[in-house]
């Protein structure tokens, strides 16, 4: 009677061990996935993911201002034109676009004063140079993007290989194709010179040696502080008013840099303004003008496009262009609730500093808390696997040594009457 109860104490206490070790591995395991998940988790979308739904948003913008197949310039009308005036027509069309490129560039570089990162110098000859080395090569970069985009649809006279000019046009441009070749560019441009964390998804850039970079101590001149930067919105008049240049083929002499949807917002007004200011120069100054003309280098339907939604353009009775910043009645009609301007409110506004504290949360649970729970708990669960192995091994030669103490019973097998088999 004690030896059973002492068996059944034994089974107890072993039911009781197991269970403990099960709950072990269960809690060890669960810690580990669930720290790595979060890890995971907040690391993977980054600073990048919120750049990718302001480009899907800035994306739909650009189609929403300048639908594709509405703003197109006509190689047409411009190769009708008596050849002078058509090399110059076609010339200043280039000139323009290659300005969309560099002042796309320019205006992204922080130099509120006008006098730093881009300020010039004009040699002899009238060439001008950035002072700074980084803004010069990012303006050449613009350059060699444009020409690499468009320089398909010109024309050229090659007759002076120094002085190779522009005389014509091979096909039409459209402006909403030029739009979405410039955001691609600003993808290529943010990740050469700015903070690839940007552009990336942020498992990879954290990868490629982003760690630095967020926990970096230098809140003024580092990540951080770029990141603010990019998500602080000033109302666009204010952004607008001190950027200087940027209209027509003026380069951008003064800029606040990349507040980023104030930045994109005002490129893409800055656009349209160019658009309607170089119809304007190009009519007779009256207060309401309906833009019909073969002279002019649009397509019909881009023209009838124009009509139908800009209900009035106001000028003061001159030639001069009267922006319609100063003079908010002048413009009507141009865009989504008949709006001229897009606005910040059009796009996503990226929350980059809570990205920021996402992604260091990330980094925390992924490459501090995991490996320490890992390494904290591998000895004991190391042990525990071990030790279960090893009762598992003893509890089954017990087992088959208690069946070898097994008594058979003597079993009679009656053969007949008078004899027994004791088998």
């Known amino acids: 009677m004690t ?5 059944n104490s034994n089974i107890a206490f072993s039911i009781t061990k197991k269970g403990l070790r099960k709950f072990f591995i269960w809690f060890t395991t669960s810690l580990l996935s669930v720290l ?18 302001f480009i899907n948003s800035f994306t739909d913008e ?23 005036i058509k090399a110059t027509m076609a010339q200043t069309i280039n000139e323009q676009l290659q300005a969309a490129y560099t002042n796309d560039v ?28 980084l803004t010069q090569q990012m303006y050449d970069d613009a350059v060699a993007q444009f020409h690499h985009d468009l320089d398909g649809y010109f024309t050229y006279d090659t007759t002076d290989p120094d002085n190779v000019t522009v005389n014509g046009m091979l096909s039409d441009v459209d402006l909403n194709d030029v739009s979405h070749n410039l955001l691609d560019f600003d993808r290529t441009i943010g990740e050469k010179y700015h903070y690839s964390a940007y552009t990336k998804p942020g498992i990879s850039w954290i990868f490629q040696g982003g760690t630095k970079s967020l926990f970096s101590s230098n809140s003024t001149n580092g990540l951080y502080a770029d990141a603010l930067k990019n998500q602080q919105m000033v109302s666009m008049e204010d952004y607008a008013n001190s950027v200087e240049g940027g209209l027509f083929t003026d380069p951008v002499t003064k800029s606040p840099g990349t507040n980023l949807v104030n930045n994109k917002i005002w ?8 658009i309607i200011a170089g119809l304007d120069a190009a009519t007779p100054p009256l207060p309401l003008i309906k833009y019909h003309s073969e002279d002019l280098p649009f397509t019909n ?21 009267q922006s319609p910043t100063g003079n908010p009645d002048a413009w009507q009609g141009f865009g989504p609730n008949n709006n001229f301007f897009a606005s910040t409110n059009d796009v996503y506004n990226p929350m980059y500093l809570s990205d920021f504290a996402v992604a260091r949360t990330g980094i925390v649970f992924l490459f501090i808390l995991f490996p320490i729970a890992a390494i904290g708990t591998l000895t004991p669960l190391t042990y525990i696997l071990v030790k279960s192995k090893k009762d598992a091994s003893e509890e089954s030669l017990e087992e088959n040594d208690e069946n070898k103490k097994t008594i058979i019973k003597p079993v009679e097998i009656e053969k007949d009457s008078e004899e027994r088999v004791i088998i």
């Not at 030896?3 to 068996?7: R, V």
């Not at 881009?118 to 001008?128: H, I, K, P, R, Y």
């Not at 209900?311 to 001069?320: L, N, Q, R, V």
């Open 62 to 84: 650009i189609d929403e201002y300048m639908p594709k197949g509405s703003l197109v310039i006509s190689s047409d009308k411009v190769n009708g034109q008596p050849d002078k």
């Open 267 to 274: 490129f893409i007004n800055d656009q349209l303004q160019g």
């Open 36 to 53: 790595f998940i979060i890890g995971i988790s907040c690391s993977i979308p980054g600073l990048g993911m919120s750049t990718l739904k």
């Open 301 to 321: 339907e881009s023209l009838d496009y124009i009509n139908n939604n800009i209900a009035t353009i106001y000028k003061d009775g001159t030639d001069e262009y």
């Open 106 to 133: 320019l205006s992204s570089i922080y130099d509120p004063f006008g006098d730093g990162a881009l300020s010039t110098t004009t040699d002899a000859e009238g060439n001008v140079t950035y002072n700074d080395p």
């Open 3 to 7: 030896k059973q109860k002492e068996n």
